[in-house]
């Protein structure tokens, strides 16, 4: 597939222009690592049950409706970037998701203001998910928009890197808490630190992100789509969209479960300490920042199609052989080897994904179009990752049972690739 216009910005740097557009990824991405990582002190404070279990899904399946919130956001806000330009839309997007995130950071618990407290907590994930269903449309489209020729996988692969930085910094900050404090310290209010800490860097990403350069592309464009016009253009486009969000299932499955469900993973079902799921999370942040641009420059070189399909298919034939390895004798080792393998498939898989999603988009719908497509795989997929992680262990009693969940994940990522690429075959043919 060939990348259309591609410019540079009027003003300043790529390094700059990329830094400046991935940041509001980087607060996204900051509390909602959070919110999983401390799903179990979350469930304490805002959804206390008698059984843990129970209140664990609770916390969630709120995790999981900010994903639901995804679509609708896509529609509304992509829709609003298509219009308005990239610049301005993700202005709006970041301050949507400013406002979730400060909510959630302040809301009192369960025991000082009962039901409101988890109604409070709801709202906030609502916010959150309505905002990021355009958010990363938006920046990945963006940055294939100012990529330089034949360089567009290399470009957009730092929409989730930005994203792999703040869950180090995440993890980092836990492990700081968690050595500096004691267990019940951190249940009852350590857990806010880094919440609050969100909220402080802020102001700093709006400063940054308004600082934006409109991008060539878009000013270059003789018409902008209107409301009505991006609804039929989603109408006509529907089979594109849906094979989309089946070809980004595989990203958003492998990513959630790797990193949001991992230290509940480790520490509730293969019973490891705190600080081994926090290392272990960091070091996979770590490999996913590594892979995830080797997978994008990859995939300018060789193609896209290529790697789509090795990695869902390597997955879907070693994802449950390497969990049911991991839960014959867990140790932090085996964690480890497991999650950074998993990120392997993650990096590669994603650096060529998100280019080819830019690519086959209707060009002025672009944004809607990416952002429905991922917003779809991200509900129904990876946001709900770590509640049917969590129902299909307690259900089968398999500690390795997760893996299948992943493996349906690459089934649908290789279905879709085959469909996309024949479709694209074909319109190339008959030009």
């Given at each position: 597939m060939k990348t259309t216009t591609q410019n540079t910005p009027s003003k300043g740097s790529k390094l700059g222009a990329i830094l400046r557009v991935t940041s509001g990824n980087f607060l996204e991405q900051f509390d909602f690592f959070l919110f999983g990582?401390?799903?179990?002190?979350?469930?304490?404070?805002?959804?206390?049950?008698?059984?843990?279990?129970?209140?664990?899904?609770?916390?969630?399946?709120?995790?999981?409706?900010?994903?639901?919130?995804?679509?609708?956001?896509?529609?509304?806000?992509?829709?609003?970037?298509?219009?308005?330009?990239?610049?301005?839309?993700?202005?709006?997007?970041?301050?949507?998701?400013?406002?979730?995130?400060?909510?959630?950071?302040?809301?009192?618990?369960?025991?000082?203001?009962?039901?409101?407290?988890?109604?409070?907590?709801?709202?906030?994930?609502?916010?959150?998910?309505?905002s990021a269903g355009a958010e990363m449309g938006g920046v990945s489209v963006y940055l294939a928009e100012i990529a330089t020729p034949g360089r567009c996988g290399f470009y957009t692969s730092w929409q989730s890197a930005s994203q792999q930085v703040a869950i180090i910094l995440a993890a980092a900050l836990g492990y700081t808490i968690n050595a500096s404090m004691a267990a019940a310290e951190v249940a009852a209010w350590g857990w806010r630190i880094p919440f609050f800490i969100g909220c402080v860097i802020i102001p700093f990403i709006f400063i940054i992100r308004r600082s934006l350069q409109e991008t060539e592309a878009f000013k270059a464009r003789k018409h902008h789509p209107t409301a009505n016009e991006v609804f039929r253009s989603m109408r006509d486009n529907w089979r594109t969209v849906l094979a989309g969000g089946l070809l980004a299932s595989m990203t958003t499955t492998t990513f959630y479960l790797i990193t949001v469900?991992?230290?509940?993973?480790?520490?509730?079902?293969?019973?490891?300490?705190?600080?081994?799921?926090?290392?272990?999370?960091?070091?996979?942040?770590?490999?996913?920042?590594?892979?995830?641009?080797?997978?994008?420059?990859?995939?300018?070189?060789?193609?896209?199609?290529?790697?789509?399909?090795?990695?869902?298919?390597?997955?879907?034939?070693?994802?449950?052989?390497?969990?049911?390895?991991?839960?014959?004798?867990?140790?932090?080792?085996?964690?480890?080897?497991?999650?950074?393998?998993?990120?392997?498939?993650?990096?590669i898989y994603n650096g060529a994904m998100v280019a080819a999603l830019t690519e086959v988009m209707p060009q002025n719908v672009r944004v809607v179009g990416f952002s429905l497509a991922f917003s779809l795989a991200t509900a129904v997929f990876g946001g709900f990752t770590p509640a049917v992680s969590t129902l299909l262990v307690q259900v089968t009693g398999d500690k390795a049972s997760p893996a299948y969940w992943l493996m349906f994940a690459a089934l649908c990522g290789f279905t879709a690739t085959t469909i996309l690429y024949r479709k694209q075959n074909a319109v190339t043919v008959n030009a």
């Open positions: 990582f401390y799903a179990t002190y979350i469930s304490q404070t805002f959804f206390p049950t008698t059984s843990d279990f129970a209140s664990l899904m609770m916390t969630f399946a709120v995790f999981g409706s900010g994903f639901l919130m995804r679509p609708l956001g896509a529609i509304v806000l992509g829709a609003y970037i298509d219009k308005v330009g990239r610049r301005k839309g993700l202005i709006v997007t970041l301050s949507i998701m400013a406002a979730g995130t400060v909510l959630i950071a302040l809301v009192p618990g369960y025991a000082s203001i009962g039901v409101a407290a988890p109604v409070l907590v709801l709202m906030g994930r609502l916010l959150q998910g309505f469900y991992t230290p509940t993973f480790g520490r509730s079902v293969l019973n490891l300490s705190t600080t081994d799921s926090l290392v272990v999370t960091l070091f996979v942040g770590l490999s996913n920042f590594i892979w995830l641009p080797i997978g994008g420059t990859l995939s300018d070189r060789i193609g896209r199609r290529p790697l789509l399909l090795a990695i869902s298919l390597l997955c879907l034939c070693t994802a449950y052989p390497a969990m049911h390895w991991l839960a014959a004798a867990a140790s932090f080792e085996r964690l480890l080897s497991v999650l950074l393998y998993f990120s392997f498939f993650f990096g």
